[in-house]
């Protein structure tokens, strides 16, 4: 047991406001809704758009190394990518090398398709009411929290 559990009253410990991972999910829920709006412009659903933000960081990864960055396994990557070469937005190609592999390169209109997605981290700050500085130090946190979390479970596997 932890110092924070120890502070929970036993008979509140199980109420749905004192819960953490549901101010995360209900966090997550808000942020979907308040990106829809602007990604129908680009059209891009959100997993989508956090493909091709991890493409525009590194092109021409595999489907593992992106499902690896993403924290998606490829029965849920698979369906997207599909979705974004439909779009001609990326290339889904076997690697020369090792067959058993697929590389997703962005096309030229998914390259373009960057210019156009610039404004959206600026609108997403104003939208959270934070300034960029407790942003910063609110990701950091949770950050650590998904870490502690993972050796966590990793520990209990």
């Known amino acids: ?12 410990a199980l109420q749905l406001d004192n819960q953490l991972c549901f101010a995360v999910y209900a966090a997550s829920h808000a942020f979907n809704a308040t990106y829809k709006p602007l990604l129908e412009p680009l059209g891009l659903t959100y997993p989508q758009y956090l493909v091709m933000l991890a493409l525009w960081q590194e092109d021409g990864v595999t489907v593992s190394g992106l499902g690896g960055r993403l924290g998606l396994d490829s029965g849920t990557l698979t369906p ?27 096309t030229a209109a998914g390259r373009a398709l960057k ?12 939208a959270s009411g934070l300034s960029l500085k407790d942003l910063g130090a609110l990701r950091g946190r949770l950050e650590s929290l998904t870490a502690n979390l993972r050796a966590f479970e990793a520990k209990s596997a």
Do not use: F, H, Y
Request: proline fraction near 4%.
């Open 80 to 106: 997207l990518l599909k979705r974004l070469e439909a779009a001609a937005l990326v290339s889904r190609l076997r690697d020369a090398a090792d067959e058993r592999q697929v590389r997703i390169t962005l």
């Open 115 to 126: 210019q156009r997605a610039k404004g959206i981290p600026r609108q997403l700050l104003c």
């Open 1 to 12: 047991m932890t110092k924070a559990s120890e502070n929970i009253p036993a008979n509140d």
